[in-house]
Nanobody, 128 residues
Framework: QVQLVESGGGLVQAGGSLRLSCAAS????????MGWFRQAPGKEREFVAA????????YYADSVKGRFTISSANAKNTVYLQMNSLKPEDTAVYYC?????????????????????WGQGTQVTVSS
């Protein structure tokens, strides 16, 4: 079992920045990668970004490429999501999750069901 705690959400104006953190504890050694998802009111949870613990390979949704950056601090079992040039449509609850686990294909990163442990989420609100 892995416990995940997100932090760093808040209210920001359009064009601003926020940095989310996800601290993992428990059986983190069994996790191959970490991902960020988000869920806006009335919408399905969607993939945002992912990173592998080893090698730091990163993957992004098209909607955030060039604006968001995922990174990790392996020694701290922490994953970050730096969000720049925020837009009102980025408003959502942001969740971190462990997974997915190989074997993987190009679509695996986007599949919510392949992620195992989830945090409680942190609210990000971008005002226009």
């Amino acid at each position: 079992q892995v416990q995940l705690v997100e932090s760093g959400g808040g209210l920001v104006q359009a064009g601003g920045s926020l940095r989310l953190s996800c601290a993992a504890s428990g059986r983190t050694f069994s996790s191959y990668a970490m991902g960020w998802f988000r869920q806006a009111p009335g919408k399905e949870r969607e993939f945002v970004a992912a990173i592998t613990w080893s090698g730091g390979r990163t993957y992004y949704a098209d909607s955030v490429k060039g604006r968001f950056t995922i990174s990790s601090a392996n020694a701290k079992n922490t994953v970050y999501l730096q969000m720049n040039s925020l837009k009102p449509e980025d408003t959502a609850v942001y969740y971190c999750a462990t997974g997915p686990t190989p074997p993987l294909d190009g679509n695996s990163w986007y599949r919510l069901e392949l992620y195992d442990d989830w945090g409680q989420g942190t609210q990000v609100t971008v005002s226009s």
